[in-house]
Structure formats: C-alpha cells, structure tokens
T-cell receptor, first 112, second 111 residues
C-alpha cells in the first residue's frame, strides 16, 4: 500500500502565477478530499469527491480555486491566479465508504 | 456534527500512559468519535474510532463514557514518537465527507 501520494511536496511561486497540486489516492478508495492547513484557521476541508464526482465544494474559498478528478487515480487542485494568502499546506486524503480517511504528506505552498 | 472540546496541551513521561480527554456533550446517537493525530510536517493519521463501546487497536484504546458525552484516548506506553497534535472529531455514520478538525491537544512526550 503506497498510501496517498501528493506532488509536489514543496512549491514556491510568485503571486499571479497558476499553481497545480496533484494527488493520487489509494487504489480502491472511492472518496477523495482536499484540505488546507494554516496556523490561523487550522485544517479546513475544501472539497470532496465520490466516484470522481464533486459532492461538496462549499469549503473552496473563492473562484480562483478549482479541483478536478478526471479518473479514480488522479485529482488536481488548481489556484489561478495565486495570492500570498493562499500560502498553506494542502493535504489530500482518500477513503472507502464509511471508512477512515488516509492523508498524504501534503504540499507546502508558498506564494511570494 | 457535534462540537468537541480538548485541552490545548498536555505532557507525558516516556513509557507512561498518555490519557487524552475529549468533551462532546452535544453528541447525537448516530455520531461516532474519531481520533486522528498529526506529527509535525506530516498529514493527519487515523488512530481509532468508536460509537459507544470501548475500542482497542494496536495503537491505542478509546474509552467512551456511558452517556457518550466524553471520551478518553489512551496511549498505553507513550514514546517520544507519539509527540503530536491529537484531534478528537465526532462524525455521523454515513457522512463520509466532513471531518471538522478543531485545535486538538498538543501532546509532548518527555524523556
């Protein structure tokens, strides 16, 4: 079991640039979640998918954020244009129905 | 989902049991108690969950009071590697989506 795999582990970019975060869930898991963690707000759920379909995106902060899941083994979280306040650690997690979520090690994003 | 209250920090001596309390006085009958922990710079890690009976696995034990308004996570023999932030979360069965993380308890295991 390789676990949830996120890439890149670290990303530093200038404001205004497009940022794409990637996630490979655990094989066989039908739920995928994107979280953001900051010192001020802690861990927040941004969006989650079930069977590749977005179910709840009420945590997505604004239209600059978008997430896709084109197939069961891949998801992206995109920020365009990026702003310094988007700096955070972004986590991806996956689970089977009614089972605990398994988290990746996150992407540490810094927007200068 | 019900709200939880945890102490912000605790210390524990290495080799001793660590008992982490959680208050969830507004918990509903169909809500489970989940525990996760987050070691510095890593993603949250699932520990254990339960509904009303006490639970034990290779990592920890979960003791839920009879009225279900509070619970305690027990790490029987804490090691330095157990130093982490521990989150207590209540979640409705079948509500797979929202894990609402609070501030958690920072457990410092000391030699």
């Amino acid at each position: 079991d390789a676990g949830v795999i996120q890439s890149p582990r670290h990303e530093v970019t200038e404001m205004g640039q497009e940022v794409t975060l990637r996630c490979k869930p655990i094989s066989g898991h039908d739920y995928l979640f994107w979280y953001r963690q900051t010192m001020m707000r802690g861990l927040e759920l941004l969006i989650y998918f079930n069977n590749n379909v977005p179910i709840d995106d009420s945590g997505m902060p604004e239209d600059r954020f978008s997430a896709k899941m084109p197939n069961a083994s891949f998801s992206t979280l995109k920020i365009q244009p990026s702003e310094p306040r988007d700096s955070a650690v972004y986590f991806c997690a996956s689970s089977q129905t009614n089972q605990p979520q398994h988290f990746g090690d996150g992407t540490r994003l810094s927007i200068l | 989902d019900a709200k939880t209250t945890q102490p912000p920090s605790m210390d524990c001596a290495e080799g001793r049991a660590a008992n982490l309390p959680c208050n969830h006085s507004t918990i509903s009958g169909n809500e489970y108690v989940y525990w996760y922990r987050q070691i510095h710079s890593q993603g949250p890690q699932y520990i254990i969950h339960g509904l009303k009976n006490n639970e034990t696995n290779e990592m920890a034990s979960l003791i839920i009071t009879e009225d279900r308004k509070s619970s305690t996570l027990i790490l029987p023999h804490a090691t330095l590697r157990d130093t982490a932030v521990y989150y207590c979360i209540v979640r409705v069965s079948g509500n797979t989506g929202k894990l609402i993380f609070g501030q958690g308890t920072t457990l410092q295991v000391k030699p």
